[in-house]
């Protein structure tokens, strides 16, 4: 069940307007450009963000995540032939046999591979996942070190902000972290809309998986070698995973 921040629908309206600076997404486009890609599978797309990028590009991309509200902004403000939408998760997108060994990438940007908190679910989207990209098709996707203890800067005090938004006017919001329970961070993240006064929260629990951990699930999921990086937009904070299927 995806965060309100993803499937309320006038939360994902502004998710972008909210995070504009989307420069992280550089480390995945340079992978397209080093692998060759030309068929990408973006594993929780969210908005839509990358995969718009991508297909701007001539790149076609299958965005899959379970935020229908997410997926509609994704419809909404990426017109191209070259992208398609799926409501829905990684299995479901593997249960079409057409998509089966199809992809040369498969992403994860952002925090999603931070989203799984569950083994089970981590895994079935990996096999998933797997079964998806053709023979030396690879799989990336970042997490963040857990001895960075990012969560710290999760606070209101460094995190709030107040936006015009086009369309809303002024719209404040920012992240609280409110419990840390081993590898299991959980933040809330309201967002006041001024010009009418609407609050709505929004509470996310990610996962600190260690890269010992990451690298055996990948592993287990049929993944042949798994290369680790230091993520090129955070460096010595995140871990930017490379897996050949
Ligand atoms: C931080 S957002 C990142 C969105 C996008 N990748 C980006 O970079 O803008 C995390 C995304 O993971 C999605 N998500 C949550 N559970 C998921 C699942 N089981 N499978 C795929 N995506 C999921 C959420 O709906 C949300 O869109």
Redesign the pocket.
Known sequence: M??AI??HPRLARVYDPLDPD?SD?DTYVDLIDEFGATSVL??????G??AGRLAARGIRVLG????DA?IEVARSKVNSDNAEWVVG??PVVAAVPARQKHYDLAT?????AQ??LDDK?WLS?LLAVHSCLREGGQLAFESRRPSDRAWERWTKELSRQLVEVAGEGPVEDWVQVTAVDGELVTFDSPTIFHADGERIDSTTTLRFRTAEALRQSLEEAGFLSVEVRDLPYAPGRGWLFIARA
Request: proline share 7%.
């Open positions: 995806p965060d993803f499937s989307r997404l973006d594993v929780g797309c969210g908005t963000t990358f899959v995540d379970p935020a997410s998760t990684a994860m940007t952002a925090n999603v989203v799984f679910e989207t």
